[in-house]
Each structure stands twice: as C-alpha cells, then as structure tokens.
C-alpha cells in the first residue's frame, strides 16, 4: 500500500488524477523546501498539470492552478529557510541514511558558492538542489530580505512559467492527442530536469581525475627527488 502511494507520488498524470489541486499543491510545497521531498517530480508535475489543466481533466483549472503553484512552491522555500535557520546546522552533521545523503548538501552547497543570490532562482530548475538550497540560505548564507526577494521571482518564474508551457502545448495539440503526446512529453522533461545533475557528476569525476593524476605526479617527482639525494 505504502509503495503503491508512492508510486502515485512519482507519476504526475496519476497523482493528479488521484488527489487533484490539492495533492499537486501538496508536491509543489514538499519538494520546494522539504527535504523529505527532494525526490518528487516537481518539473514534470507542473508541466503535465498545465497541459491537463488546459483542457479541463480531473478537474483541474489553470488559473487556479498557476496561483496556487506560485504561492506553493514560494511558501516552500520559505518554510526551508526557516527550517535551516532553526535547524539546519545539525541536520547537516548527520550521516547518510537511505533518503539524505552529505553529497546532496555539498551539491547545493557548491550551487550556492557558485551563482550567489541568484541561486535561489536558478536552483529552481535544478531537481535536488532546488530543494536544499532554501534550507542552506536559512542556515546563514543570504539575509531573509534578499532570500524572499529572490524566493518569489524564482517561484513564479519555475512555477508559473512550467505549467504555462504545459497549458500552450496542450492548446496546441487539442484535447483528443494529450493522452497520446503526454507520456513523451514527461519523458523528455524528466531527462532534461536530470542532465544538470548528470552533467556535474561527470564533472566532479573529471575533476577528481585530474587532481589524481597530479597527485601521482608529484609523489613521482618528490620521489624522483629523494632518490637523487
């Protein structure tokens, strides 16, 4: 039963069928500041939901839809940076386990040391991150005016912006064909919504590459050195 509603949790048409606004504004919320919830389909679900809502099914309407989505995915953030701001600190010094892992936080950590300020908004399309890096920002990085001021453009842009193209696309291609380009569609969402992830972890791996060949390098050179001494 557990995985079952899991399952559901995952797929965004099924979600949506099952527990409508409400559930979909439930993900949104999760996902943006709640670090249970860093494996939702935040990108997926609010494109499927605009492509849904833009033709009425389960009930869904757009403009309901495109506001509660904005005021979700900012409350999100907003209950991550307070949560880091009360809590963070000791959250982060604990092992990994199966759902939190330190190499999360490293991630929206170098996120964050990376883009500054405009990381709140950036990190909005980046799954994972977009999830930790309110938290990190509570913890003692960004001042909550900022924070807040970055938090609502990077929520309407992500939320607004990604069911608005789902609501174009489904006026473009009708009622009758959603069923048919909507799995296709999720699909290619999903992939780009992890190739940043993809795209880092081989950029790590380079890294770590080539600081190892360095490291051998100059342990042959030393040696070399000794060696003639």
Not at 2 to 16: E, H, R, S, V
Not at 44 to 72: D, H, I, M, R
Not at 118 to 138: D, E, N, Q, S
Not at 187 to 214: D, F, G, K, M, Q
Request: proline share 4%; charged share 15%.
């Amino acid at each position: 039963m557990m995985l079952g509603g899991l399952t559901d949790a995952i797929d965004p048409q099924k979600l949506l069928e099952t527990f409508g606004m409400l559930g979909l504004f439930a993900v949104i919320f999760a996902e943006s500041g709640l670090l249970i919830g860093f494996f939702l389909p935040g990108d997926s679900l609010l494109f499927t939901a605009g492509l849904l809502a833009s033709q009425g099914k389960f009930g869904l309407s757009l403009p309901v839809v495109l506001v509660g989505c904005f005021v979700a995915a900012v409350l999100g953030d907003q209950v991550g940076y307070l949560f880091g701001k009360r809590v963070g600190p000791s959250i982060f010094r604990r092992p990994n386990s199966r759902l939190f892992k330190q190499e999360y936080v490293v991630k929206a950590d170098e996120f964050f040391e990376r883009h500054g300020p405009k990381t709140i908004v950036l990190a909005r399309f980046v799954p994972v991150v977009r999830t930790f890096v309110p938290v990190l920002a509570g913890v003692g990085k960004m001042h909550y005016r900022t924070f807040f001021t970055y938090n609502v453009i990077g929520g309407f842009l992500w939320a607004v912006g990604i069911t608005g193209l789902g609501a174009i696309l489904g006026n473009e291609i009708g009622a009758a064909n959603v069923d048919k380009y909507l799995l296709p569609i999720i699909a290619v969402i999903i992939v780009l919504s992890i190739a940043p992830a993809v795209i880092e972890v081989l950029r790590h791996r380079r890294a770590a590459r080539r600081l190892t060949e360095a490291e051998a390098e100059a342990m042959a050179a030393q040696l070399h050195e000794d060696l003639e001494h």
